[in-house]
C-alpha cells in the first residue's frame, strides 16, 4: 500500500490546516487510516485514527480541535486542524492498517505553527 499525503505547510497560531492522504488498493483490505506525527527531537504519537466502521480515536492534545474524516476519493481521510498551536509544529505521518495488521507509512509531510 502506497499513500499521496497532501497539506500542511506554515499557518499562523489560531490557524487552519488541512492534510489529506489517499491510499492505494489494499489486497485484503483498509482496517483504519489516521495520522502521528513527529515533532523535533521527540518520538512519534498517535494525532488522530479513523476506522472503516466509522470509529474515530484522537489523542488528548487535539481533542476538540482536529477533525478526521472520510474523503470522497476511496481510502482518503481528511484531518482539519483548527486552533493550530506551536505545539502542533511537526512532520505528520499518515498511516494505514490493513485488516490482516500490516502497517504502513506516508513519507510525511511538515507542519509549522508560528506568529
Known amino acids: 500500500v502506497q499513500m499521496v499525503e497532501s497539506g500542511g505547510g506554515l499557518a499562523q497560531i489560531g490557524g487552519s490546516l488541512t492534510l489529506s492522504c489517499t491510499a492505494s488498493?489494499?489486497?485484503?483490505?483498509?482496517?483504519?487510516m489516521g495520522w502521528y506525527r513527529q515533532p523535533p527531537h521527540m518520538e512519534r504519537d498517535m494525532v488522530a485514527i479513523l476506522t472503516t466502521a466509522g470509529n474515530s480515536v484522537y489523542s488528548d492534545a487535539v481533542k476538540g480541535r482536529f477533525t478526521i474524516s472520510r474523503g470522497h476519493v476511496q481510502n482518503t481521510v481528511i484531518m482539519e486542524m483548527n486552533n493550530l498551536k506551536p505545539e502542533d509544529t511537526a512532520v505528520y505521518y499518515c498511516?494505514?492498517?490493513?485488516?490482516?495488521?500490516?502497517?504502513?507509512w506516508g513519507r510525511g509531510t511538515q507542519v509549522t505553527v508560528s506568529s
Open positions: 488498493e489494499s489486497s485484503v483490505g483498509i482496517m483504519a
Open positions: 498511516v494505514t492498517q490493513e485488516n490482516q495488521g500490516t502497517t504502513f
